[in-house]
T-cell receptor, first 114, second 114 residues
Framework: NAGVTQTPEFQVLKTGQSMTLQCAQD?????MSWYRQDPGMGLRLIHY???????DQGEVPNGYNVSRSTTEDFPLRLLSAAPSQTSVYFC?????????????FGPGTRLLVL | GDSVTQMEGPVTLSEEAFLTINCTYT??????LFWYVQYPGEGLQLLLK?????DKGSNKGFEATYRKETTSFHLEKGSVQVSDSAVYFC?????????????FGTGTRLKVLA
């Protein structure tokens, strides 16, 4: 089983460039989310989705857009990259329920914005 | 809002030493509590969880008890191994407006020396 996959593994951008981080899962999970991981800050929630067509903001949504057109995919878009967005990005998925479910994480995308 | 506070790291121990990583939380409701582990270069994976007060989660020799009276979920292991070297994250599920999102602590790095 592939589980949660993320592409690319590593990316370098220049300030102002746009890009999309891809996330896909093959477990038919309703709940998907994006986090960024920064030193000393832990994981911070960017956006999440409880199903196709439904998304909501997390703790640090500014500068990021998401959409959820299928159950499997949850891409994260950076419209105009800034150095402050240099981070490691993790996508996660789980079954929807009562908040007791295990989240499954992808391997991460390391983004450097110059 | 809800939050998770973990002890600062890094924690350095000798093999076979006893491990405690402190985690406290603030929550308006009755969250589920989780410990996730991140090995070098990988995404997070669930270590254990507890869904209600006085529940004990356990896995791979690690244990944590959901203490509502002290709002704590401390992680313990009686005898650590070099292979336990990783970053450990405490997390809770936060129910807002009928949907759940997960809040993580800043992580505690554990280094076990042979």
């Amino acid at each position: 089983n592939a589980g949660v996959t993320q592409t690319p593994e590593f990316q370098v951008l220049k300030t102002g460039q746009s890009m999309t981080l891809q996330c896909a899962q093959d477990m038919n999970h309703e709940y998907m989310s994006w986090y960024r991981q920064d030193p000393g800050m832990g994981l911070r929630l960017i956006h999440y989705s409880v199903g196709a067509g439904i998304t909501d903001q997390g703790e640090v949504p500014n500068g990021y857009n998401v959409s959820r057109s299928t159950t499997e995919d949850f891409p994260l878009r950076l419209l105009s990259a800034a150095p402050s967005q240099t981070s490691v990005y993790f996508c996660a998925s789980s079954r929807a329920g009562q908040g007791t479910e295990t989240q499954y994480f992808g391997p991460g995308t390391r983004l450097l914005v110059l | 809002g809800d939050s998770v506070t973990q002890m600062e790291g890094p924690v350095t121990l000798s093999e076979e030493a006893f491990l405690t990583i402190n985690c406290t939380y603030t929550a308006t409701g009755y969250p589920s509590l989780f410990w996730y582990v991140q090995y070098p270069g990988e995404g997070l994976q669930l270590l254990l969880k507890a869904t209600k007060a006085d529940d004990k989660g356990s896995n791979k020799g690690f244990e944590a008890t959901y203490r509502k009276e002290t709002t704590s979920f401390h992680l313990e292991k009686g005898s650590v191994q070099v292979s336990d070297s990783a970053v450990y994250f405490c997390a809770l599920s936060d129910r807002t407006s009928g949907t759940y999102k997960y809040i993580f602590g800043t992580g505690t790095r554990l280094k076990v020396l042979a």
